[in-house]
Structure formats: C-alpha cells, structure tokens
C-alpha cells in the first residue's frame, strides 16, 4: 500500500494551533486535576477512556502507563489527541467548568503521554493465539481500523478492503490541518499496524470490485465502515464553472496533493457546520484575502461548533448570513461570483431580496451523500435514510454483518467512529466464536 504523500503539500504551511506541552506544562496540568469519583470527563468521551487515572499516572512520572490507560481504550489516541472536539466532550465536561477556572486541558495531556509512548517506541499490544476466523474490514477509516485492531488482538485473521491508497480515511484526507496533517495520520496508521497480520487489500471497492457474496464466502464475518460518500453538489445556473468544488474534495485535494490558489482572491464556502468552517479556516490559512462563510442562517441557527466560528472570525473570515445560493455566476465558464436570494429568521425567501458577492473559488460544505445503499445486496440488511441500521453493539440484520462509524451513525467524530468500531469488534467476535450474533 502506497502510503507515501508527496512532499509539497499544500497543507504544510499550517503550524499546531495547540502547542503540545512540555514535561513540567503536563505535570502541572495533571496535578490540578480533582480525580473525580463517577468522573464526568468519562462519561463524555465515547470510547470512555479512564482519564482521571491516565492524567494520575502522568502527575506520578508514569508517562508510558499513562498511555496505556488511553490506548487500552482508544487505540487511535493519539489522533484524537488531536482532532477530539474537546470543548464539547472531555473537557467541556470538567468539574472545573463549574468552579469559574479554567478545565483540565485533558487532550493536550492525552497527546503528551501518547506521543511519549509512540517516541519511546512502544506499541503494547499483541496478536492473541490464532483462532482460525478470519473477518474483513470494510473501508481503511478510523472505524475500521479499530475494530481491525481489536479483532487481530482476539486472534483473528484481518482483512481491511481499501478503495483508495491511503489509509486512514478521512482522519488522513479530512481533518484539518492545523489540527492534524495526513502525515501525522499515517504514522499512526504504521504503528497501529505494526501488531501484525493485518492484510489490506487497497484500490478495490465494495460492492463494485468484490461482492457482498464473495466476502461471504471468504471470510467468517464483515465489519462495514466505509463512512459517508461525495460532497452534495447544487444543481444551479452555473454550477458547472471552473472554481466550484465539494468542500471534501478540496481539503482531500490541499492535504494529500498541491491545489492551486495562486489566482483565488474572493473564496466563499457555503455550508454552516464543521466541515464549512473547518474550510474557511484553511482558506484563510493558505494566504486568501477574502473568505466569506455564506450560509442560509442566522449566526445562532449554523451546526458548527460556537468555538471554531469564533476562532475564525479572529482569523479573519466574513459571513454572510441568511444567504442561500441562487446561481453562480461566470465569464466563459469561469466563476465570477455567486448570486445569493436573502433569506428571514426562518430560513424563508424574501421576495425580491438578492445580493451578488465576488467569488473566483466556491467550496459546498452542504454535506455529504450516505453510502448505505451499498449494502443493498446483503440480505436482512436495513438501511434508513442512507444510515445502516445496527444493534446496540453494532450488529446489522445480516448474519455475520456489523458496522459502525460514519456509515452507521450518519457522520460524527474520529472518536465515535472507534467507539462504534471497537464495541462492534467484540460483538464479531462473540459471534464468530459462537456466541451468536446480537440481531440474529
Ligand atoms: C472535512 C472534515 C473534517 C473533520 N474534522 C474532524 C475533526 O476535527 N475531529 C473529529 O473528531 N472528526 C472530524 N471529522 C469527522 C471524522 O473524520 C469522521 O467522523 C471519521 O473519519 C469517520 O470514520 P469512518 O471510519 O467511519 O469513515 P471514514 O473516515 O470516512 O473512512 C471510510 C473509509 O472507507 C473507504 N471506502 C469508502 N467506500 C468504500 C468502498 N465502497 N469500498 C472500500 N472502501 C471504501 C474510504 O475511502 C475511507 O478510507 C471531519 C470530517 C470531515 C468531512
Ligand atoms: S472532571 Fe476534570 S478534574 Fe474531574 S477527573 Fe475529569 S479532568 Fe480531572
């Protein structure tokens, strides 16, 4: 598998916007935490991680057992170290928040002890004695290789079917880069599998290049985790000029590849949820003058997180609000501007009200399409509104089929993608062991 990514990548120009700390910053920042019995921290992380004991460890030196606490329960700690929306899980969860001080910084303390762990060298875990069972793992994202994780610890034989080169998913291609870049991704991809015996079979995709059937024949059970589909495009006068690109695409685009933006001084991304302001931020980033969020809302209706938006504001980026799209507007089939049709608090038209901004590069940020449709040839499988229906613990209504990650939860974060990856991992193996399966 071709993990290598090319060395000019647009994405590098971005520096950590959290500064990792140093041994004394987390050895302060551990001895102020309270270890708080039925601690609310943990209750807010979805792969509830035991963090009052991992940050006791770090206050007492034992940095290395500190990130086996983080591991144990999340094997991609160190990514969600990083990318972890924090302010609204962990740490918007601390005691601390109530006491007017300020929270427990729990992901710069869990990337410190994880980055320790991974510069000491150390992976911790083990393949368990061969059982015979082999399983396949559907999509190479965080999902997947969670669950691949926890089932090659079982003793299983794991396959992982990747349609693209890179594995990772969209914590290699999707994640912004001031937050995490693809490279960092990759390492911890390596490192994940250096507990061996993980075949991934990359470039083939499912259903198209290997049937649900033929998977049924090889392999003993299937986790599907091929997350969410191609950015949703608007079909408007216009919608096929040269600078209008899927918000999805354009950050895969900047952090695997070059993009171009020499000749981009007006940017609008239109969209008001995390992937819209994770991409106006890089916009900003990468050196654009002008980045403007349009979005059919209010400041108060947008999805995205009140903490990325305020930062962006001091970055610099405009909004325009209550703003939908009408039509792009070009010269010769290149992107001149965008026509907006005004909207009231209710996200209604106003009769008669437009507004035209300069625009020469457009991303959508509306969403992405819902892959579950994919299934269609599994029998017992269900699927609502593109959403594969599972169990608590992960199982479809296939025999032998689980599924977790974007691709079940309809798009969350990293960390519910491993939670949904792993919980599904122990109910396979259960299963395979002959346990049953929890739906059948
Ligand atoms: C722009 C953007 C920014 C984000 N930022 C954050 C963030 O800061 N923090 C955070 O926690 N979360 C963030 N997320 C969400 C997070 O990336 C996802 O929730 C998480 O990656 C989901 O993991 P997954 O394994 O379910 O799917 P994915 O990461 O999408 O991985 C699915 C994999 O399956 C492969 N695949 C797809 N179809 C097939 C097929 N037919 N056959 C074989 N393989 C297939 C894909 O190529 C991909 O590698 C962001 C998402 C986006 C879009
Ligand atoms: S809630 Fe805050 S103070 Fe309490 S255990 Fe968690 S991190 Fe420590």
Same mark, same amino acid.
């Given at each position: 598998?071709?993990?290598?990514?090319?060395?000019?990548?647009?994405?590098?120009?971005?520096?950590?916007?959290?500064?990792?700390?140093?041994?004394?910053?987390?050895?302060?920042?551990?001895?102020?935490c309270?270890?708080?019995?039925?601690?609310? &921290?943990?209750?807010?992380?979805? =792969?509830?991680?035991?963090?009052?004991?991992?940050?006791?460890?770090?206050?007492?030196?034992?940095?290395?057992?500190?990130?086996?606490?983080?591991?144990? $329960?999340?094997?991609?700690?160190?990514?969600?170290?990083?990318?972890?929306?924090?302010?609204?899980?962990?740490?918007?969860?601390?005691?601390?928040?109530?006491?007017?001080?300020?929270?427990?910084?729990?992901?710069?303390l869990?990337?410190?002890?994880?980055d320790?762990?991974?510069?000491?060298?150390?992976?911790?875990?083990?393949? +368990?004695?061969?059982?015979?069972?082999?399983? /396949?793992?559907? +999509?190479?994202?965080?999902?997947?290789?969670?669950?691949?994780?926890?089932?090659?610890?079982?003793?299983?034989?794991?396959?992982?079917?990747?349609?693209?080169h890179?594995?990772?998913?969209?914590?290699?291609?999707?994640?912004a880069?001031?937050? @995490?870049?693809a490279?960092?991704?990759?390492?911890?991809?390596?490192?994940? @599998?250096?507990?061996?015996?993980?075949?991934?079979?990359?470039?083939?995709?499912?259903?198209?290049?290997?049937?649900?059937?033929?998977?049924?024949?090889?392999?003993?059970?299937?986790?599907?985790?091929?997350?969410?589909?191609?950015?949703?495009l608007? $079909?408007?006068?216009?919608?096929?000029?040269?600078?209008?690109?899927?918000? /999805?695409?354009?950050?895969?685009?900047?952090?695997?590849?070059?993009?171009d933006?020499?000749?981009?001084?007006?940017?609008?991304?239109?969209?008001?949820?995390?992937?819209?302001?994770?991409?106006?931020?890089?916009?900003?980033?990468?050196?654009?003058?002008?980045?403007?969020?349009?979005?059919r809302?209010?400041?108060?209706? @947008?999805?995205?997180?009140?903490?990325?938006?305020?930062?962006?504001?001091?970055?610099?980026?405009?909004?325009?609000?209550?703003?939908?799209?009408?039509?792009?507007?070009?010269?010769?089939?290149?992107?001149?501007?965008?026509?907006?049709?005004?909207?009231?608090?209710?996200?209604?038209?106003?009769?008669?009200?437009?507004?035209?901004?300069?625009?020469?590069?457009?991303?959508?940020?509306?969403?992405?399409?819902?892959?579950g449709?994919?299934?269609?040839?599994?029998?017992?499988?269900? /699927?609502?509104?593109?959403?594969?229906?599972?169990?608590?613990?992960?199982? =479809?209504?296939?025999?032998?089929?689980?599924? +977790?990650?974007?691709?079940?939860?309809?798009?969350?974060?990293?960390?519910?993608? /491993?939670?949904?990856?792993?919980?599904?991992?122990?109910?396979?193996?259960?299963?395979?062991?002959?346990?049953?399966? &929890?739906? =059948?």
């Open positions: 598998m071709n993990q290598k990514l090319p060395a000019n990548r647009a994405e590098l120009v971005f520096e950590d916007f959290k500064k990792p700390y140093s041994e004394q910053q987390a050895r302060a920042e551990a001895n102020r309270l270890y708080c019995y039925d601690a609310p &921290c943990i209750q807010a992380c979805p =792969t509830e991680i035991d963090i009052p004991t991992f940050i006791r460890r770090i206050a007492n030196e034992n940095v290395e057992g500190a990130a086996k606490t983080i591991f144990d $329960s999340n094997i991609l700690g160190m990514s969600c170290a990083r990318v972890c929306p924090v302010e609204t899980l962990c740490v918007g969860s601390c005691v601390y928040n109530h006491m007017d001080a300020s929270p427990i910084q729990i992901g710069k869990q990337r410190y002890a994880t320790a762990a991974f510069d000491a060298g150390l992976s911790f875990y083990e393949a +368990g004695e061969d059982t015979g069972k082999s399983v /396949v793992c559907i +999509g190479g994202g965080p999902a997947s290789l969670a669950a691949a994780h926890r089932l090659r610890r079982f003793g299983h034989k794991v396959t992982i079917i990747e349609k693209d890179y594995l990772g998913g969209l914590n290699t291609t999707g994640i880069s001031y937050k @995490m870049k490279d960092r991704s990759l390492t911890e991809v390596e490192w994940l @599998m250096s507990i061996g015996g993980i075949e991934v079979r990359s470039g083939i995709s499912v259903p198209d290049q290997m049937s649900w059937a033929d998977l049924q024949a090889e392999f003993d059970a299937i986790f599907v985790g091929f997350g969410l589909g191609e950015d949703s608007l $079909s408007l006068e216009g919608a096929d000029s040269k600078g209008i690109m899927g918000a /999805v695409d354009f950050i895969a685009k900047m952090k695997l590849g070059m993009v933006l020499s000749s981009v001084q007006h940017a609008i991304v239109i969209g008001g949820g995390n992937t819209a302001l994770d991409a106006v931020r890089e916009l900003k980033g990468l050196g654009i003058d002008n980045v403007t969020l349009a979005y809302g209010g400041e108060a209706q @947008m999805s995205g997180y009140a903490h990325e938006w305020s930062e962006a504001k001091r970055e610099g980026v405009s909004a325009s609000w209550r703003s939908q799209p009408l039509a792009f507007i070009h010269n010769n089939g290149k992107l001149t501007g965008v026509e907006f049709q005004l909207m009231d608090e209710n996200k209604k038209a106003i009769d008669g009200q437009t507004k035209t901004l300069n625009a020469d590069l457009v991303l959508l940020a509306i969403g992405q399409g819902k892959l449709a994919l299934t269609s040839g599994l029998t017992g499988i269900e /699927v609502e509104k593109g959403k594969i229906v599972t169990d608590a613990h992960g199982a =479809t209504g296939a025999k032998g089929v689980y599924a +977790g990650g974007d691709c079940r939860n309809g798009g969350k974060e990293v960390v519910n993608a /491993v939670a949904e990856g792993d919980q599904a991992a122990q109910a396979m193996h259960t299963f395979i062991m002959g346990g049953g399966s &929890c739906r =059948t």
